[in-house]
């Protein structure tokens, strides 16, 4: 019975657990999912809260430091000196053995230390505040690229999912056509080459179902992972393609002035800069003085046999205060070659970070371009496609009237079944270059 009642409470533990995780997502509910539970991007939370962490190390180095040490030594043979003997009456010229101490000693000792000034401290807490920085920065550029990579994931399980339901269609209507033609032919109405033609159009069409059908099976593991869930987790997309992308169709964010400061990119370019100035300032730090003070005092105890527990065991205190300046002199040109080489990383990063700006004009132009053609595309795939359809239909009809030829027809059902691919292709493009736009200009808007 125990082991009943445990079972059932590890199942139902489980259940619970499992619908922690939705059944049914949105694109923005995959990409707010995403954000709390992909791994790349909780690694990045990781990463702010290790750098906070390093921050306070960094400040508590000058901060008061207090320590404690206890030390016990047992002699287990005692070292021997010699004196003259004539000190205890001896004769001269001779010497006595003696030993100095005890067989036995401890010391128990607590030091305060105080760092009074060091220019690399000052340094150190100023790169802490820049690390952080940085690590707050990367949080914001993982998270884009994690949102990019949902919105394509998704994108792409929405392809393949149409992709089927329009193939379906597709084949449905084909193999009704090859079952009409193959009973004219029969009667002697038709020629065998007829059936052949459609024969090929339908066997082309169900290898590409096939297919589809597996890269489905693919994106759908692609957008579990991206997610951060089991990459055979079932879920379900409420979203459709051409929805998606009318929304995403907002061409007046074209017109705005490109703001490559405020890119994530741009920022961490000039994070890196801000670094290579906090370590030339170091170099240079590393020729000031450096004064510190400490205050210790403890107890020392001396005796032949282990009696340091006992209470009526007699202890010796002392205590020391005192000021440790530690001022460079000379380093054979160490400290100023060091300068120097960080004076030319800081050049070669001041030169990485006019280059980013002009790469990021770039790259926002492009992605606008690319963004631009992606819409206009879809407007002329969406032409296409209903030119596509009444062409094909009006060859099936002359086909079955006995003026267009088989041939004619394959053309048109091929025609028409590229237009259908390339409107969906287009949907797509819509929304992942107006994600791409959005990850580069660090700018995500309401549609």
């Avoid at 038709?190 to 066997?203: D, G």
Wanted: net charge negative; glycine share 4%.
């Amino acid at each position: 019975m125990k082991h009943q009642l445990l079972f059932c409470f590890l199942l139902l533990f489980s259940f619970g657990y499992a619908q922690d995780i939705p059944s049914s997502f949105s694109l923005q509910e995959a990409i707010d999912y995403a954000l709390e539970n992909n791994r790349q991007s909780k690694n990045a939370a990781r990463d702010i809260d290790a750098a906070k962490q390093q921050k306070w190390e960094t400040t508590a180095t000058g901060l008061p430091q207090l320590d404690a040490t206890v030390n016990y030594q047992n002699f287990l043979k005692q070292q021997v000196s010699v004196i003259p003997a004539e000190f205890f009456g001896g004769n001269p010229g001779e010497f006595a053995e003696v030993i100095f101490g005890t067989k036995q000693n401890a010391t128990a000792t607590a030091t305060l230390n105080q760092l009074l000034f060091d220019g690399s401290y000052i340094v150190g807490l100023q790169s802490a505040k820049v690390f952080l920085e940085i690590s707050e920065n990367a949080k914001v550029k993982t998270d884009l690229e994690v949102r990019k990579a949902v919105i394509n994931a998704y994108g792409n399980v929405l392809l393949s999912e149409e992709s089927l339901e329009i193939l379906e269609k597709n084949i449905n209507v084909l193999e009704k056509n090859l079952y009409e033609t193959t009973k004219i032919y029969e009667n002697g109405l038709e020629e065998e080459e007829s059936v052949e033609q459609l024969q090929i159009t339908l066997s082309n069409l169900k290898s590409n179902l096939n297919n589809t059908e597996r890269l489905r099976g693919i994106a759908y593991q692609m957008l579990n992972i991206t997610l951060g869930i089991e990459f055979n987790a079932t879920i379900k997309l409420t979203d459709d393609l051409e929805t998606l992308a009318i929304q995403n169709i907002a061409l007046q964010n074209l017109d705005t002035e490109n703001d490559v400061e405020s890119t994530i990119d741009y920022k961490i370019a000039a994070n890196d800069t801000k670094s290579k100035e906090l370590l030339l300032k170091l170099e240079k730090s590393k020729a000031l003085p450096s004064l510190s003070a400490f205050l210790n005092g403890g107890y020392n105890s001396f005796n032949d046999d282990f009696v340091f527990l006992d209470s009526k065991n007699r202890w010796f205190g002392f205590s020391t205060v005192g000021i440790n300046l530690n001022v460079p002199i000379f380093s054979s040109g160490k400290r100023s070659a060091a300068t120097q080489r960080a004076k030319i990383n800081l050049e070669k990063s001041r030169d990485d970070l006019t280059e980013t700006q002009q790469r990021l004009n770039l790259q926002i132009e492009s992605a606008k371009s690319n963004y631009r053609f992606a819409v206009e595309d879809y407007t002329n795939k969406k032409q296409n496609l209903a030119l596509a359809e009444r062409i094909e239909k009006k060859n099936q009809t002359k086909f079955f009237e006995g003026i267009s030829s088989s041939f004619e027809l394959r053309q048109a059902q091929t025609q028409l079944y590229t237009a259908q691919q390339e409107l969906l292709q287009t949907m797509l493009d819509v929304i992942n270059t107006k994600a791409e736009l959005e990850t580069i200009t660090n700018k995500i808007s309401d549609n």
